[in-house]
Protein backbone atom coordinates (compact mmCIF):
# COMPACT_ATOMS: atom_id res chain seq x y z
CA UNK A 1 0.00 0.00 0.00
CA UNK A 2 1.26 3.42 -1.01
CA UNK A 3 2.46 6.18 1.28
CA UNK A 4 -0.92 8.21 -0.14
CA UNK A 5 -3.05 5.12 0.15
CA UNK A 6 -2.22 4.94 4.04
CA UNK A 7 -2.85 8.69 4.54
CA UNK A 8 -6.01 8.35 2.97
CA UNK A 9 -7.30 5.37 4.94
CA UNK A 10 -6.43 7.07 8.50
CA UNK A 11 -8.00 10.15 7.37
CA UNK A 12 -11.40 8.59 6.42
CA UNK A 13 -10.47 6.32 9.94
CA UNK A 14 -9.98 9.90 11.55
CA UNK A 15 -13.26 10.89 10.01
CA UNK A 16 -14.93 7.91 10.72
CA UNK A 17 -13.80 8.02 14.36
CA UNK A 18 -15.06 11.76 14.93
CA UNK A 19 -18.34 11.56 13.39
CA UNK A 20 -19.11 8.56 15.52
CA UNK A 21 -17.99 10.04 18.48
CA UNK A 22 -19.75 13.35 17.83
CA UNK A 23 -23.01 10.90 17.38
CA UNK A 24 -22.48 9.33 20.23
CA UNK A 25 -22.55 12.67 22.30
CA UNK A 26 -25.19 13.79 20.56
CA UNK A 27 -27.13 10.51 22.14
CA UNK A 28 -27.82 8.69 18.71
CA UNK A 29 -26.60 5.19 20.20
CA UNK A 30 -28.33 5.55 23.74
CA UNK A 31 -30.61 2.50 24.09
CA UNK A 32 -33.12 2.08 27.15
CA UNK A 33 -31.78 -0.43 30.18
CA UNK A 34 -33.59 -2.28 32.09
CA UNK A 35 -36.31 -1.11 34.09
CA UNK A 36 -35.59 2.72 33.03
CA UNK A 37 -38.58 4.36 31.09
CA UNK A 38 -39.66 4.22 27.97
CA UNK A 39 -37.01 6.13 25.76
CA UNK A 40 -38.12 8.45 23.08
CA UNK A 41 -35.28 10.09 21.33
CA UNK A 42 -37.73 11.30 18.00
CA UNK A 43 -35.87 11.33 14.84
CA UNK A 44 -33.09 14.34 14.58
CA UNK A 45 -30.29 13.35 16.59
CA UNK A 46 -29.14 15.80 19.61
CA UNK A 47 -32.02 18.29 18.87
CA UNK A 48 -34.51 15.14 19.32
CA UNK A 49 -37.82 16.99 20.62
CA UNK A 50 -36.62 20.37 21.52
CA UNK A 51 -38.97 22.53 18.68
CA UNK A 52 -41.75 20.34 19.58
CA UNK A 53 -41.47 21.03 23.37
CA UNK A 54 -40.61 24.74 23.15
CA UNK A 55 -43.58 25.54 21.02
CA UNK A 56 -46.07 23.79 22.83
CA UNK A 57 -45.44 21.83 25.92
CA UNK A 58 -48.80 21.23 26.97
CA UNK A 59 -49.80 20.00 24.02
CA UNK A 60 -46.36 17.80 23.59
CA UNK A 61 -46.27 16.20 27.19
CA UNK A 62 -50.19 15.36 26.23
CA UNK A 63 -48.95 13.51 23.07
CA UNK A 64 -46.07 11.51 25.06
CA UNK A 65 -48.25 10.56 27.62
CA UNK A 66 -50.62 8.79 25.54
CA UNK A 67 -48.39 7.19 23.67
CA UNK A 68 -45.89 5.97 26.53
CA UNK A 69 -47.88 6.36 30.07
CA UNK A 70 -47.24 8.13 32.84
CA UNK A 71 -43.36 8.01 32.78
CA UNK A 72 -41.05 8.72 29.95
CA UNK A 73 -37.87 9.89 28.91
CA UNK A 74 -37.88 12.20 25.71
CA UNK A 75 -34.18 14.25 24.18
CA UNK A 76 -34.48 17.36 24.02
CA UNK A 77 -31.82 19.73 22.94
CA UNK A 78 -29.22 17.41 23.83
CA UNK A 79 -30.49 16.56 27.28
CA UNK A 80 -32.37 13.61 28.40
CA UNK A 81 -35.51 14.49 30.52
CA UNK A 82 -37.90 12.30 32.83
CA UNK A 83 -41.27 12.90 32.90
CA UNK A 84 -43.20 11.51 35.99
CA UNK A 85 -47.11 12.50 35.34
CA UNK A 86 -48.39 9.81 38.29
CA UNK A 87 -49.09 12.51 41.31
CA UNK A 88 -48.61 10.04 43.94
CA UNK A 89 -44.88 9.79 43.17
CA UNK A 90 -44.09 13.70 43.75
CA UNK A 91 -44.55 13.62 47.28
CA UNK A 92 -41.55 10.82 47.48
CA UNK A 93 -39.76 12.43 44.86
CA UNK A 94 -39.46 16.09 45.91
CA UNK A 95 -37.79 14.54 49.43
CA UNK A 96 -34.89 12.99 47.90
CA UNK A 97 -32.19 14.40 49.14
CA UNK A 98 -29.78 16.24 46.55
CA UNK A 99 -27.01 13.76 46.00
CA UNK A 100 -29.62 12.09 44.11
CA UNK A 101 -32.33 14.77 42.69
CA UNK A 102 -30.58 18.38 43.00
CA UNK A 103 -32.65 21.52 42.56
CA UNK A 104 -29.90 24.14 43.01
CA UNK A 105 -27.92 22.89 39.66
CA UNK A 106 -30.68 23.83 37.38
CA UNK A 107 -31.72 26.71 39.53
CA UNK A 108 -28.30 28.39 38.95
CA UNK A 109 -27.98 28.42 35.41
CA UNK A 110 -31.52 30.03 35.05
CA UNK A 111 -30.26 32.53 37.85
CA UNK A 112 -27.17 33.24 35.87
CA UNK A 113 -28.82 33.33 32.45
CA UNK A 114 -30.93 35.80 33.22
CA UNK A 115 -29.60 37.94 36.00
CA UNK A 116 -26.03 37.66 35.28
CA UNK A 117 -24.07 36.28 38.82
CA UNK A 118 -23.47 32.76 39.74
CA UNK A 119 -25.97 31.87 42.60
CA UNK A 120 -24.93 28.65 45.06
CA UNK A 121 -26.47 26.69 47.83
CA UNK A 122 -25.64 29.17 50.22
CA UNK A 123 -27.11 32.15 48.28
CA UNK A 124 -30.75 29.89 48.21
CA UNK A 125 -30.46 29.02 51.99
CA UNK A 126 -30.17 32.78 52.70
CA UNK A 127 -33.24 33.79 50.70
CA UNK A 128 -35.19 30.54 52.46
CA UNK A 129 -34.31 31.82 55.97
CA UNK A 130 -35.21 35.38 55.39
CA UNK A 131 -38.12 34.70 53.68
CA UNK A 132 -39.68 32.40 56.34
CA UNK A 133 -38.72 35.10 58.81
CA UNK A 134 -40.00 38.18 56.82
CA UNK A 135 -42.88 36.97 54.52
CA UNK A 136 -44.55 34.04 57.41
CA UNK A 137 -46.15 34.96 60.41
CA UNK A 138 -46.60 38.01 62.44
CA UNK A 139 -44.19 39.37 60.07
CA UNK A 140 -46.36 39.04 57.26
CA UNK A 141 -49.23 40.53 59.11
CA UNK A 142 -47.31 43.44 59.22
CA UNK A 143 -46.23 43.79 55.88
CA UNK A 144 -49.72 43.25 54.64
CA UNK A 145 -50.79 45.93 56.42
CA UNK A 146 -47.81 48.28 54.03
CA UNK A 147 -49.40 46.15 51.13
CA UNK A 148 -52.89 47.63 51.53
CA UNK A 149 -52.22 51.22 52.41
CA UNK A 150 -49.70 51.40 49.32
CA UNK A 151 -52.22 48.97 47.08
CA UNK A 152 -54.88 51.36 48.61
CA UNK A 153 -52.49 55.09 47.38
CA UNK A 154 -52.32 53.49 44.08
CA UNK A 155 -55.35 52.41 43.31
CA UNK A 156 -56.83 55.55 44.50
CA UNK A 157 -54.35 58.15 42.81
CA UNK A 158 -56.45 60.85 41.39
CA UNK A 159 -59.71 58.64 42.00
CA UNK A 160 -61.95 61.18 43.65
CA UNK A 161 -62.47 63.68 41.23
CA UNK A 162 -62.98 60.38 38.49
CA UNK A 163 -66.40 58.71 39.40
CA UNK A 164 -67.65 57.66 35.86
CA UNK A 165 -66.48 54.85 33.78
CA UNK A 166 -62.73 54.41 33.15
CA UNK A 167 -61.44 51.84 30.76
CA UNK A 168 -57.97 49.64 30.49
CA UNK A 169 -56.74 46.47 29.91
CA UNK A 170 -57.64 43.72 32.97
CA UNK A 171 -53.99 42.83 32.57
CA UNK A 172 -52.33 45.97 32.50
CA UNK A 173 -54.33 47.24 35.39
CA UNK A 174 -53.87 44.44 37.27
CA UNK A 175 -50.36 43.50 36.81
CA UNK A 176 -48.97 47.49 37.37
CA UNK A 177 -50.93 48.42 40.18
CA UNK A 178 -49.37 45.19 42.03
CA UNK A 179 -46.07 46.05 41.25
CA UNK A 180 -46.35 49.74 41.85
CA UNK A 181 -47.71 48.75 45.10
CA UNK A 182 -45.48 46.00 45.82
CA UNK A 183 -42.31 47.69 44.91
CA UNK A 184 -43.29 50.72 47.05
CA UNK A 185 -43.49 47.47 50.06
CA UNK A 186 -40.98 45.66 49.79
CA UNK A 187 -37.93 48.17 48.24
CA UNK A 188 -39.13 51.52 50.47
CA UNK A 189 -40.40 54.72 49.23
CA UNK A 190 -38.66 58.39 48.04
CA UNK A 191 -37.66 60.64 51.11
CA UNK A 192 -40.90 62.96 51.48
CA UNK A 193 -38.33 66.38 52.04
CA UNK A 194 -40.92 68.06 54.34
CA UNK A 195 -44.62 68.59 54.61
CA UNK A 196 -45.03 71.04 51.64
CA UNK A 197 -43.24 68.41 48.63
CA UNK A 198 -45.39 65.62 49.98
CA UNK A 199 -48.14 65.69 46.91
CA UNK A 200 -45.29 66.39 44.49
CA UNK A 201 -43.07 63.59 45.90
CA UNK A 202 -46.02 60.91 45.70
CA UNK A 203 -47.13 62.38 42.30
CA UNK A 204 -42.84 61.88 40.88
CA UNK A 205 -42.93 58.46 42.55
CA UNK A 206 -46.04 57.13 41.05
CA UNK A 207 -45.20 58.52 37.44
CA UNK A 208 -41.19 56.84 38.14
CA UNK A 209 -42.58 53.64 39.26
CA UNK A 210 -45.22 53.30 36.14
CA UNK A 211 -42.51 53.83 33.94
CA UNK A 212 -40.81 51.04 35.66
CA UNK A 213 -43.24 49.01 35.19
CA UNK A 214 -43.01 48.92 31.88
CA UNK A 215 -39.77 48.01 31.53
CA UNK A 216 -40.10 45.51 33.57
CA UNK A 217 -42.83 43.73 31.72
CA UNK A 218 -41.20 44.39 28.46
CA UNK A 219 -37.49 42.37 30.18
CA UNK A 220 -40.58 39.57 31.51
CA UNK A 221 -41.50 38.99 28.00
CA UNK A 222 -37.98 37.72 27.40
CA UNK A 223 -37.59 35.36 30.26
CA UNK A 224 -37.86 32.14 29.01
CA UNK A 225 -35.59 32.53 26.22
CA UNK A 226 -33.11 33.85 28.74
CA UNK A 227 -33.54 30.93 30.84
CA UNK A 228 -32.66 28.59 28.39
CA UNK A 229 -30.31 31.13 26.18
CA UNK A 230 -32.45 30.92 23.12
CA UNK A 231 -32.15 34.68 22.68
CA UNK A 232 -31.30 36.05 19.03
CA UNK A 233 -28.37 39.26 18.93
CA UNK A 234 -31.58 41.52 18.90
CA UNK A 235 -33.39 39.64 22.23
CA UNK A 236 -29.65 40.19 23.48
CA UNK A 237 -29.29 43.97 23.07
CA UNK A 238 -32.56 44.80 24.35
CA UNK A 239 -32.59 42.30 27.70
CA UNK A 240 -28.98 43.77 28.21
CA UNK A 241 -30.45 47.59 28.04
CA UNK A 242 -33.09 46.06 30.50
CA UNK A 243 -31.06 44.73 33.04
CA UNK A 244 -28.70 48.09 32.64
CA UNK A 245 -32.10 50.19 33.78
CA UNK A 246 -32.82 47.93 36.63
CA UNK A 247 -29.17 47.86 37.93
CA UNK A 248 -29.26 51.63 38.11
CA UNK A 249 -32.54 51.68 39.67
CA UNK A 250 -31.38 49.16 42.20
CA UNK A 251 -27.69 50.26 43.30
CA UNK A 252 -27.19 49.97 46.56
CA UNK A 253 -26.27 53.62 46.93
CA UNK A 254 -29.75 54.63 45.32
CA UNK A 255 -31.61 51.66 47.30
CA UNK A 256 -30.48 52.74 50.57
CA UNK A 257 -31.88 56.65 49.98
CA UNK A 258 -35.10 54.87 50.13
CA UNK A 259 -37.43 55.00 53.30
CA UNK A 260 -39.38 52.34 54.67
CA UNK A 261 -37.58 49.62 53.14
CA UNK A 262 -38.89 45.81 53.89
CA UNK A 263 -36.60 43.81 56.87
CA UNK A 264 -37.04 41.24 54.15
CA UNK A 265 -35.13 42.85 51.44
CA UNK A 266 -32.64 44.90 54.05
CA UNK A 267 -31.93 41.70 56.10
CA UNK A 268 -30.89 39.62 53.15
CA UNK A 269 -28.67 42.36 51.84
CA UNK A 270 -26.71 42.63 54.74
CA UNK A 271 -26.38 38.80 55.24
CA UNK A 272 -25.11 38.57 51.20
CA UNK A 273 -22.70 41.14 51.86
CA UNK A 274 -20.99 39.39 55.16
CA UNK A 275 -20.69 36.04 52.60
CA UNK A 276 -19.14 37.90 49.93
CA UNK A 277 -21.28 39.17 47.47
CA UNK A 278 -19.50 42.83 46.34
CA UNK A 279 -21.80 45.30 45.72
CA UNK A 280 -22.12 44.98 41.76
CA UNK A 281 -23.74 41.30 42.37
CA UNK A 282 -25.78 42.27 45.46
CA UNK A 283 -27.20 44.68 43.15
CA UNK A 284 -27.71 41.87 40.40
CA UNK A 285 -29.27 39.92 43.27
CA UNK A 286 -31.64 42.70 44.45
CA UNK A 287 -32.78 42.65 40.90
CA UNK A 288 -33.48 38.62 40.86
CA UNK A 289 -36.35 39.88 44.52
CA UNK A 290 -37.62 42.42 42.22
CA UNK A 291 -38.51 39.68 39.40
CA UNK A 292 -38.96 36.84 41.63
CA UNK A 293 -41.55 38.91 43.78
CA UNK A 294 -43.69 40.31 40.53
CA UNK A 295 -43.29 38.54 37.78
CA UNK A 296 -46.16 35.37 38.71
CA UNK A 297 -48.59 38.07 41.26
CA UNK A 298 -49.09 40.80 38.98
CA UNK A 299 -50.80 38.19 35.96
CA UNK A 300 -52.18 36.05 38.58
CA UNK A 301 -54.12 39.26 39.52
CA UNK A 302 -55.49 39.22 35.53
CA UNK A 303 -56.58 35.43 36.12
CA UNK A 304 -58.38 36.10 38.84
CA UNK A 305 -60.01 39.37 37.93
CA UNK A 306 -60.64 38.52 34.57
CA UNK A 307 -63.04 35.12 36.04
CA UNK A 308 -64.42 37.19 38.24
CA UNK A 309 -65.84 39.70 35.76
CA UNK A 310 -66.64 36.93 33.46
CA UNK A 311 -68.71 34.57 35.91
CA UNK A 312 -71.44 37.05 37.76
CA UNK A 313 -72.45 34.66 40.07
CA UNK A 314 -68.76 34.58 41.14
CA UNK A 315 -68.44 37.77 41.98
CA UNK A 316 -71.63 38.58 43.46
CA UNK A 317 -70.94 36.12 46.25
CA UNK A 318 -67.38 36.80 46.86
CA UNK A 319 -68.30 40.23 47.17
CA UNK A 320 -70.94 40.08 49.78
CA UNK A 321 -68.80 37.67 51.90
CA UNK A 322 -66.07 40.14 51.57
CA UNK A 323 -68.44 42.79 52.50
CA UNK A 324 -69.84 40.94 55.41
CA UNK A 325 -66.11 40.17 56.59
CA UNK A 326 -65.51 43.41 56.94
CA UNK A 327 -68.25 44.38 58.97
CA UNK A 328 -67.09 41.75 61.34
CA UNK A 329 -64.32 43.72 61.46
CA UNK A 330 -65.34 46.74 61.95
CA UNK A 331 -64.06 48.09 59.38
CA UNK A 332 -66.84 50.72 57.36
CA UNK A 333 -66.04 51.16 54.13
CA UNK A 334 -67.16 54.77 52.60
CA UNK A 335 -65.44 57.60 51.03
CA UNK A 336 -62.41 58.71 52.31
CA UNK A 337 -62.11 55.78 54.41
CA UNK A 338 -59.92 53.51 53.45
CA UNK A 339 -59.43 50.11 55.04
CA UNK A 340 -57.34 50.32 58.35
CA UNK A 341 -55.76 48.23 60.56
CA UNK A 342 -57.32 44.95 59.85
CA UNK A 343 -55.40 41.39 59.35
CA UNK A 344 -56.08 39.34 56.51
CA UNK A 345 -56.43 36.60 58.90
CA UNK A 346 -59.21 38.08 61.23
CA UNK A 347 -61.09 38.30 57.35
CA UNK A 348 -62.84 35.00 56.80
CA UNK A 349 -63.34 34.67 52.99
CA UNK A 350 -63.81 30.89 52.27
CA UNK A 351 -65.18 31.69 48.73
CA UNK A 352 -62.53 34.26 47.66
CA UNK A 353 -59.48 31.79 48.78
CA UNK A 354 -61.45 29.06 46.77
CA UNK A 355 -61.91 31.05 44.02
CA UNK A 356 -57.89 32.31 43.81
CA UNK A 357 -56.84 28.71 44.48
CA UNK A 358 -59.28 27.42 41.74
CA UNK A 359 -57.58 30.00 39.36
CA UNK A 360 -53.82 29.15 40.30
CA UNK A 361 -55.10 25.51 39.38
CA UNK A 362 -56.07 27.07 35.98
CA UNK A 363 -53.10 29.03 35.19
CA UNK A 364 -50.11 27.81 36.95
CA UNK A 365 -47.84 25.86 35.30
CA UNK A 366 -44.49 25.51 36.97
CA UNK A 367 -41.87 22.64 35.96
CA UNK A 368 -40.30 20.88 38.99
CA UNK A 369 -36.99 20.72 37.71
CA UNK A 370 -34.33 18.15 39.22
CA UNK A 371 -30.74 16.83 38.33
CA UNK A 372 -30.41 13.31 38.78
CA UNK A 373 -27.13 13.02 40.21
CA UNK A 374 -26.85 9.38 40.77
CA UNK A 375 -28.96 6.53 39.42
CA UNK A 376 -32.57 6.98 41.64
CA UNK A 377 -35.40 4.40 41.71
CA UNK A 378 -38.49 5.92 41.55
CA UNK A 379 -41.87 3.81 42.42
CA UNK A 380 -45.16 4.46 41.10
CA UNK A 381 -48.36 4.11 42.69
CA UNK A 382 -49.32 1.30 40.47
CA UNK A 383 -46.43 -0.20 41.73
CA UNK A 384 -44.48 0.07 38.74
CA UNK A 385 -40.70 0.95 39.33
CA UNK A 386 -37.95 3.27 37.69
CA UNK A 387 -34.38 4.11 37.33
CA UNK A 388 -33.68 7.55 36.30
CA UNK A 389 -30.38 7.62 34.95
CA UNK A 390 -27.46 9.55 36.33
CA UNK A 391 -26.72 12.83 34.34
CA UNK A 392 -29.95 13.07 32.99
CA UNK A 393 -32.76 15.67 34.39
CA UNK A 394 -36.81 14.62 36.17
CA UNK A 395 -39.41 17.30 35.12
CA UNK A 396 -42.70 17.27 37.11
CA UNK A 397 -45.55 18.79 35.76
CA UNK A 398 -48.11 19.20 38.56
CA UNK A 399 -50.09 21.72 35.84
CA UNK A 400 -51.08 18.07 33.83
CA UNK A 401 -50.49 15.32 36.21
CA UNK A 402 -53.03 17.10 38.82
CA UNK A 403 -54.76 20.15 37.67
CA UNK A 404 -55.86 18.86 34.82
CA UNK A 405 -56.80 15.59 35.63
CA UNK A 406 -60.84 14.78 35.00
CA UNK A 407 -60.64 12.69 38.00
CA UNK A 408 -59.54 15.02 40.53
CA UNK A 409 -61.43 17.53 38.94
CA UNK A 410 -64.61 16.88 36.95
CA UNK A 411 -64.55 19.65 33.89
CA UNK A 412 -61.16 20.16 34.64
CA UNK A 413 -60.89 23.30 32.31
CA UNK A 414 -64.29 25.10 33.72
CA UNK A 415 -63.97 27.92 36.17
CA UNK A 416 -65.90 26.59 39.02
CA UNK A 417 -65.23 29.32 42.09
CA UNK A 418 -66.35 27.05 45.42
CA UNK A 419 -64.55 23.82 43.84
CA UNK A 420 -62.43 23.70 47.14
CA UNK A 421 -64.75 23.83 49.42
CA UNK A 422 -67.05 21.04 50.60
CA UNK A 423 -70.79 20.93 51.42
CA UNK A 424 -70.26 21.54 55.32
CA UNK A 425 -67.99 24.53 54.53
CA UNK A 426 -64.76 23.23 55.33
CA UNK A 427 -61.81 22.90 52.70
CA UNK A 428 -62.72 20.25 50.24
CA UNK A 429 -60.63 16.79 50.00
CA UNK A 430 -59.52 15.20 46.26
CA UNK A 431 -58.35 11.79 45.45
CA UNK A 432 -57.02 9.97 42.70
CA UNK A 433 -57.14 6.08 41.88
CA UNK A 434 -59.15 6.28 45.23
CA UNK A 435 -56.37 7.45 47.19
CA UNK A 436 -56.44 10.83 48.90
CA UNK A 437 -53.95 13.22 47.41
CA UNK A 438 -51.68 15.37 49.85
CA UNK A 439 -51.19 18.18 47.66
CA UNK A 440 -53.84 18.40 45.09
CA UNK A 441 -52.80 21.81 43.75
CA UNK A 442 -48.60 22.58 43.41
CA UNK A 443 -49.06 26.24 41.90
CA UNK A 444 -46.25 26.92 44.18
CA UNK A 445 -43.70 24.56 43.55
CA UNK A 446 -42.65 21.82 46.19
CA UNK A 447 -40.00 20.72 48.21
CA UNK A 448 -36.27 22.96 47.97
CA UNK A 449 -38.01 24.87 44.62
CA UNK A 450 -41.40 25.79 46.51
CA UNK A 451 -41.67 29.35 45.86
CA UNK A 452 -40.39 30.98 49.74
CA UNK A 453 -42.75 33.95 49.00
CA UNK A 454 -46.01 32.13 48.46
CA UNK A 455 -47.88 33.53 51.83
CA UNK A 456 -47.08 36.92 50.64
CA UNK A 457 -48.11 36.22 47.08
CA UNK A 458 -51.42 34.89 47.95
CA UNK A 459 -51.90 37.75 50.81
CA UNK A 460 -51.38 39.91 47.75
CA UNK A 461 -53.76 38.46 45.21
CA UNK A 462 -56.61 38.29 48.60
CA UNK A 463 -55.39 42.53 49.22
CA UNK A 464 -56.37 43.25 45.86
CA UNK A 465 -59.47 41.68 45.22
CA UNK A 466 -60.98 42.69 48.37
CA UNK A 467 -59.81 46.39 47.32
CA UNK A 468 -61.23 46.07 43.71
CA UNK A 469 -65.01 44.58 45.05
CA UNK A 470 -65.52 46.66 47.75
CA UNK A 471 -64.79 49.95 46.24
CA UNK A 472 -65.04 49.72 42.39
CA UNK A 473 -67.85 48.53 40.12
CA UNK A 474 -66.30 46.66 37.38
CA UNK A 475 -67.64 45.04 33.88
CA UNK A 476 -65.95 43.98 30.81
CA UNK A 477 -66.16 46.05 27.65
CA UNK A 478 -67.46 43.48 25.33
CA UNK A 479 -69.28 41.14 27.76
CA UNK A 480 -69.52 38.44 25.31
CA UNK A 481 -65.75 38.56 24.66
CA UNK A 482 -64.34 35.20 25.56
CA UNK A 483 -60.99 34.90 28.44
CA UNK A 484 -57.93 34.46 26.29
CA UNK A 485 -56.28 31.65 25.69
CA UNK A 486 -52.59 31.23 27.32
CA UNK A 487 -49.46 32.12 25.96
CA UNK A 488 -48.04 28.87 24.97
CA UNK A 489 -44.06 29.93 25.67
CA UNK A 490 -44.68 30.55 29.11
CA UNK A 491 -46.15 27.24 30.30
CA UNK A 492 -43.17 25.83 32.95
CA UNK A 493 -42.64 29.36 34.48
CA UNK A 494 -45.19 29.85 37.22
CA UNK A 495 -48.04 31.82 36.21
CA UNK A 496 -49.15 31.51 32.42
CA UNK A 497 -49.35 34.76 30.39
CA UNK A 498 -52.71 35.77 28.24
CA UNK A 499 -52.41 35.58 24.38
CA UNK A 500 -53.94 39.31 24.81
CA UNK A 501 -55.60 41.78 26.73
CA UNK A 502 -58.99 42.47 27.62
CA UNK A 503 -60.69 45.19 28.05
CA UNK A 504 -62.39 46.68 31.43
CA UNK A 505 -64.65 49.55 32.56
CA UNK A 506 -64.22 50.64 36.49
CA UNK A 507 -65.86 53.12 38.80
CA UNK A 508 -65.72 53.83 42.54
CA UNK A 509 -68.54 52.34 44.08
CA UNK A 510 -69.31 55.43 46.14
Known amino acids: MSFWEILLWTSLASLLTTLLGGLYAMGTFRVRKTREPPLDKGFIPWLGYAINFK???????????????????????????????????????????????????????????????????????????????????????????????????????????????????????????????????????????????????????????GEMFEAFQRFDRFFPQMAF???????????????????????????????????????????????????????RFLFLLLWASQANTGPATFWILVHLLKHPEAMEAVREEVDEALREAGQEVKPGCPIGNVTLSALKTPFLESAIEETLRLKTSPFLFRSVMQDTDIKTSDGREYTLRKGDHLLLFPFLALHMDPEIYPDPHVFQYDRFISPNGTKKEFYKDGIKLKHSTMPFGAGPSMCPGRFFAMSEMKIFVILMLTYFDMELVKKEEEIPAIDARRYGFGTAHPSHDIQFRYRLRF
Open 55 to 209: KDPVQFLQRMRKKHGDVFTVLVGGNYLHFVMDPHTYRHIVKEPKNKLDFYMFASVIVFNAFGFHSSECHHKIVQTFSNKYLSGQNLSTLNQVMMANLQKVLFHRQEQKRSWQQDGVLHFSYRNMFQAAYLTLFGTEPEGGVEKKDAVKENELTHY
Open 229 to 283: SLLDPLGKRETQRLKNIFWDILSLEKVYQKDNISSWVLEQDKRMAEVGMTEKVRT
